[in-house]
């Protein structure tokens, strides 16, 4: 568990899966990964929980906790990554009220924005 003055961030547990299940059905969540909105069964959830609760050495997956609640989810992947140190962070905050907020919303970033994910020139390498 990695633990920051508003969030928590810890592997998913079996009651996360309703929320998720909740998250599952708002139509604009879907537009953040460029799918179609579409009804998602409750086995969807139980679904994407047990990918996340199984080991994986190329994925560390987490759980987004604020306030005591389960507000989306986040992973770090290609952590084989053969070229060295690089890897890859996904984050999904599902819960409203807190999209739009932190780091990258203070510095301009939107929905949609990859720029921050990209290198900048005064990355260390």
Known sequence: ML?????????MKQEDIVRQH??????????????????SPL???QAFYESRAKFDENIAP???????????YCSLMDLKNRH??????????CERRYQHVGRCARNGFKRGDHSA???QPNDKQ
Request: aromatic residues 12%; glycine residues 8%; charged residues 30%.
């Open 3 to 11: 633990k920051g003055k508003k969030v928590l961030l810890r592997p």
């Open 22 to 39: 909740e998250f599952n059905q708002d139509p604009e969540l879907y537009a953040l990964d460029s799918t179609y909105p579409r009804v």
């Open 43 to 45: 086995e969807s959830a």
């Open 117 to 119: 994910a990209e290198p």
């Open 62 to 72: 987490f759980a987004i906790e604020a306030e005591g609640k389960y507000i989306g």
């Open 84 to 93: 060295g140190a690089r890897f890859v962070a996904y984050v999904r905050l």
